[in-house]
Nanobody, 115 residues
Framework: VQLVESGGGLVQPGGSLRLSCAAS????????MKWYRQNPGKERELVAA????????NYSDSVKGRFTVSRDNTKNTVYLQMNNLEPEDTAVYYC?????????WGQGTRVTVSS
């Protein structure tokens, strides 16, 4: 199983970014996917989750209404569209999947929201 995140960077408050997570090594369309974020010294926080067919999504209260998770099962990719970004959104963002009772993580992509 391999998860590769991309799309992070530096953005001003109020700006937007779209993160991508390219997955391989498992049957992508059969698994729910999640996005987490983490800052140094803090626990990893669940940001968004999407069901295997994309029909159900869930968000943390801190990002609800600003972030949208989606997936393209033909491309084995999950996305996180982040709008109206705030400095508090600064973190390393990770893609996550449980496959056969093993928890897999990508290497993360850093998002910095600053003027």
């Amino acid at each position: 199983v391999q998860l590769v995140e991309s799309g992070g960077g530096l953005v001003q408050p109020g700006g937007s970014l779209r993160l991508s997570c390219a997955a391989s090594g498992f049957s992508f369309s059969r698994y729910d996917m999640k996005w987490y974020r983490q800052n140094p010294g803090k626990e990893r926080e669940l940001v968004a989750a999407i069901s295997k067919d994309g029909g159900n999504t869930n968000y943390s209260d801190s990002v609800k209404g600003r972030f949208t998770v989606s997936r393209d099962n033909t491309k084995n990719t999950v996305y996180l569209q982040m709008n109206n970004l705030e400095p508090e959104d600064t973190a390393v963002y990770y893609c996550n999947v449980w496959v056969r009772a093993i928890n897999y993580w990508g290497q993360g992509t850093r998002v910095t929201v600053s003027s």
